[in-house]
């Protein structure tokens, strides 16, 4: 199949603060960045030559991915001074295309696991002569996406970006962030300016009477945008609910040098990262803990994300919540659904006891 172009340039607000200091496709789920898990799939897919269209912190991709070669494909990096938006992200790397007009070049957002059969997608594509195929995907809640509803030849007949009202809803089936194009449909992308692909380019492909067709899929998919669906994508790699090649689906994962007390219970998919230490009795289950963070005896952490470096102390109870880089929860602290504490915060200790049905 060739080439594909990975849309890795967003800011990941609703990370925060995770994605103050690693752009959100670098963020580790299950020990490696999401990036890395979707260009292992595209290589296995047959894809040898990836271009990351980067923009915010696009230092941080060449630093950790090189040229590609530890992960057995080509890596071109094109880069925007200022953010372009989805269309013109992919406008702009295609400079760094190396296909000709008529060939399929696939297309990834950044942030998403999907179990999608890249190379069935780009096989169908070639066969039916469309301008543009995408991958659809069904989920219960479409608002937060791009609506795409489709004929019964899967002819897509609009779309609609994050709709707003009820008559908006006209479907369940959602843009899934993966689309093989023809490349000369890339090139005549307006350049040098910003441009919304969901927004622009699709609606316009369909007003100019071109084939554009949307293949439902129910295999796994997973947008990784909000702090919650990241720490379920990194369990379900973890568990093996969502694909990665090669691994042994496993209660949880502990990465080099990770170290767990014997008395520690860790479960639903955790991962903890390179030196990172669980002490004691402590309970880790469906977490992350980055590289080098700390669970002290006693304290309970389900849910969550536990940035690199932090310190969780002795008795704290964290559920459902992000504790950035560095900071330190105190001893006896409780941390529930939604909390996000900022990077090298310090939380002191508490004797106060919460009740825990709260
Ligand atoms: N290079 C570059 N420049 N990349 C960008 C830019 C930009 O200006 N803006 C966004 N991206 C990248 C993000 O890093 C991400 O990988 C991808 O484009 C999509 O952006 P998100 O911000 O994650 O969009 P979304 O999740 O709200 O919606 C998109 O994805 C949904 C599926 O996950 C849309 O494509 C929806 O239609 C779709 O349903
Ligand atoms: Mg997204």
Redesign the pocket.
């Known amino acids: 199949m060739g080439e594909a172009i990975l ?4 800011q990941g607000t609703r990370l925060r603060p995770l994605t103050l200091s690693t752009p ?2 670098m963020l580790p789920v299950a020990g490696l960045p999401v990036t890395v898990h979707q260009i292992l799939r595209a290589r296995d897919a047959g894809v040898t030559r990836v271009v990351l ?3 915010y912190r696009a230092e941080v991709f060449a630093e950790q991915l090189g040229d590609g070669r530890d992960l057995g494909v080509e890596i071109a990096y094109a880069v ?1 001074a200022e ?4 269309g ?2 992919i406008r702009n790397a295609a400079d760094l295309l190396t296909c000709a007009p008529h060939d399929p070049v696939m297309v990834l ?4 696991l999907s179990g999608i059969d890249y190379g069935a997608l780009v096989a169908g594509h070639a066969a039916s002569g469309a301008a543009l195929t995408l991958h659809l995907t069904r989920v219960d809640d479409p608002t ?3 609506l795409v509803p489709t004929d019964g030849d899967d002819r897509v007949l609009a779309f609609r ?1 994050k709709p707003q009202t009820p008559e908006e809803i006209v479907t369940d089936q ?4 993966c689309y093989v194009f023809t490349r000369s449909v890339i090139d005549q992308i307006p350049g040098g300016r910003p441009v919304s692909v ?1 927004r622009e380019t699709f609606p316009e492909l369909l007003d100019r009477g071109l084939l554009v067709r949307g293949v439902v899929d129910d295999a796994y998919w997973l ?1 990784l ?1 909000t702090p919650w669906d990241f720490v379920r994508g990194s369990a379900d790699l973890v568990r093996g609910i969502a694909p990665w090649s090669g691994h042994e689906p496993a209660p949880y994962l502990l990465l080099p040098g990770a170290q767990v007390s014997e008395q520690a219970v860790l479960g639903q998919g955790t991962t903890v990262g390179r030196g990172a230490c669980v002490h004691g009795d402590a309970v880790v289950e469906g977490s992350v803990l980055m590289d080098g963070s700390v669970v002290e005896a006693g304290a309970c952490v389900i849910d969550s994300v536990i940035g690199q470096r932090a310190r969780i102390e002795a008795g704290a109870t964290i559920v459902g919540a992000v504790i950035g880089d560095d900071a330190v929860i105190g001893a006896g602290n409780e941390l529930r659904h939604g909390a996000r504490v900022w990077p090298g915060v310090t939380l002191p200790p508490t004797s106060v006891r919460f009740s825990s049905d709260a």
Request: no cysteine; hydrophobic share 25%; proline share 6%.
């Open positions: 849309l890795v340039g967003g959100k496709p269209g980067t923009s925007e953010p372009l938006g989805t013109g992200a957002n950044g942030d998403v937060a996406y791009g970006e959602i843009n899934a962030g969901e947008d945008g």
